[in-house]
């Protein structure tokens, strides 16, 4: 096929599992899409939720990384609004400063959570011209010189190490993210609204839409971020508009197979829908339904490698992608494993 497949995860338990066997099982996961010749293996910010363990994905991509060697880690993404944005230029800069060229930071404005949860995150709002300010201080503080010296005098985080008093005329007056500075690791900006659309033109940044889960204004959030996309501006990271697109997918070798599996994830729509979360439910032949569906839904796209694929490589087609990030969920590790290998070999990774 013509564009790459990346992977979004997001650490599920699954009932009778510990949430150690989850976290387990997600590194397993990344070693099996770099294995199969996925692009990226990117991890989910969520909070508060008995369903996905991916709460401190700074944490799980430095363990994903040590267990892998080529595939690009990163956010998908980390909820900004959540975070200082010093943090987090030290986090993906500490990352990126140890495994070089492998690390994505991709951006989000939601908080990943219930809204009592956010609360006591204890950040900001997610309005967004606060957001844009943000997204502007990530770029500075990972843009920034490694061959910046210090002024002469000892800095305040120097004078604090060495028990010394510093004329305050004397100190630094630029923060710096340290690691972090001169790694310029590379900003996706995350949506699923015209919202990340219009923050990714305006700082020409590469733009990802969750239409994997909330696909309504993908046609619309695409036409704000090509028609004012910025290649000029000063923190422009790529030259010209480029999209990924996430679709959620079960693959399995009958059509029968693939929505018997699916209603795992089902179940898990119903439960966020009345606002529970819990581990993800053994699948159930009750209910299933195979039917032939001539639209493409992004959401849920069932079925057969060869039928999944068909349906991917339609998605990209309509909508002009450079790339599509797949998410997949399955009470058993090892089915999810095996249908994102089997499409993948569809694919041509």
């Known amino acids: 096929m013509t564009v790459p ?8 338990v699954s009932a009778g599992s510990t949430r150690k066997q989850a976290l387990d ?7 099996t899409v770099e294995q199969a010749g996925y692009h990226r293996y990117w991890m989910a910010e969520h909070h508060g939720s008995a ?4 709460s401190a994905t700074a944490l799980l991509l430095g363990r994903t990384a ?4 080529s595939i690009r880690l990163g956010s998908g993404g980390v909820m900004l609004p959540n975070h200082a944005p010093l943090m987090v230029a030290e986090y993906y800069g500490t990352l990126a400063t140890i495994y070089g060229d492998r690390i994505d930071l991709g951006l989000g404005r939601a908080p990943g959570t219930d809204p009592i949860t956010a609360s ?7 309005d967004l011209n606060d957001f844009a300010t943000d997204v502007l201080k990530l770029t500075q503080f990972l843009g920034g010189s490694d061959e910046v010296r210090d002024e002469e005098g000892v800095s305040g985080a120097q004078a604090s190490v060495l028990g010394l008093q510093v004329n305050p005329n004397r100190l630094h007056r630029t923060v710096r993210a340290i690691p972090g500075e001169g790694t310029k690791v590379p900003l996706w900006m995350l949506g699923s609204s015209t919202g990340g659309a219009q923050v990714a033109a305006e700082l020409g940044l590469p733009f990802s839409f969750a239409s994997h889960f909330a696909p309504q204004q993908l046609s619309v959030a695409l036409q704000v971020y090509r028609t004012h996309f910025k290649k000029n501006a000063r923190t422009a990271q790529v030259k ?3 999209v990924m697109a996430g679709v959620n997918v079960m693959v399995a070798e009958t059509e029968r197979e693939a929505h018997y599996q699916a209603t795992t994830y089902k179940k898990m729509q119903e439960q966020i829908r009345f606002g529970s979360t819990g581990p993800l439910q053994p699948p159930s032949w009750e209910g299933v339904e195979v039917w032939q569906n001539p639209g493409i839904d992004p959401t849920g796209i069932i079925g057969t490698p060869d039928t999944v694929a068909e349906k991917i490589a339609q998605f990209v087609d309509i909508y002009s992608l450079d790339e599509v990030i797949v998410s997949c969920n399955a ?6 494993e095996a249908a994102v290998t089997t499409l993948a070999k569809e694919w041509g990774l």
């Open 5 to 12: 497949l990346s992977i979004l995860d997001l650490a599920p």
């Open 25 to 31: 099982n997600a590194v397993h996961f990344a070693q």
């Open 51 to 54: 369903t996905f363990m991916s």
């Open 66 to 69: 040590e267990h892998t060697s």
């Open 120 to 126: 006591e995150l204890r950040r900001g709002g997610s």
């Open 240 to 242: 010209e508009p480029t």
């Open 331 to 336: 009470y058993d590790p090892s089915v999810r």
